[in-house]
């Protein structure tokens, strides 16, 4: 599976951004079954953002929650993430991570199987 994301930037604290994530190359059908972001801050590990299955249920990390939404238009096998009242902690890498067998925000980022090659996210104060 080939990912890759888009839409990261610049802006300033209480902005908002909309990541996309496109799925392709797939070799068995349910390889994108359970897709999240994931983001890794400078000299921090990469920690789960949202995560969403196969029935459209959602996981937010504590940090995010209120504030980001995912979403997945399995139709055109694209992932979002909408970002509003975006802080400055929110500052990084953002990944986007796909896997059959499912995965939560909580799971180990290494064990997950695609990724993409990331967007980065800057808010400033």
């Known amino acids: 599976v080939h990912l890759v994301e888009s839409g990261g930037g610049s802006v300033q604290a209480g902005g908002s951004l909309t990541l996309s994530c496109t799925a392709s190359?797939?070799?068995?059908?349910?390889?994108?079954?359970?897709m999240g972001w994931f983001r890794q801050a400078p000299g921090k590990e990469r920690e789960g953002v949202a995560s969403?299955?196969?029935?459209?249920?959602?996981e937010y990390a504590d940090s995010v929650k209120g504030r980001f939404t995912i979403s997945k238009d399995n139709a055109k096998q694209i992932l979002y993430l909408q970002m509003n009242s975006l802080k400055p902690e929110d500052t990084a890498m953002y990944y986007c991570?796909?896997?059959?067998?499912?995965?939560?925000?909580?799971?180990?980022?290494?064990?997950?199987?695609?990724w993409g090659q990331g967007t980065q996210v800057t808010v400033s104060s």
């Open positions: 969403i299955d196969i029935d459209n249920n959602t």
């Open positions: 190359g797939h070799t068995y059908s349910d390889d994108t079954d359970y």
């Open positions: 991570a796909a896997d059959n067998p499912p995965f939560s925000i909580s799971t180990m980022w290494r064990s997950i199987g695609y």
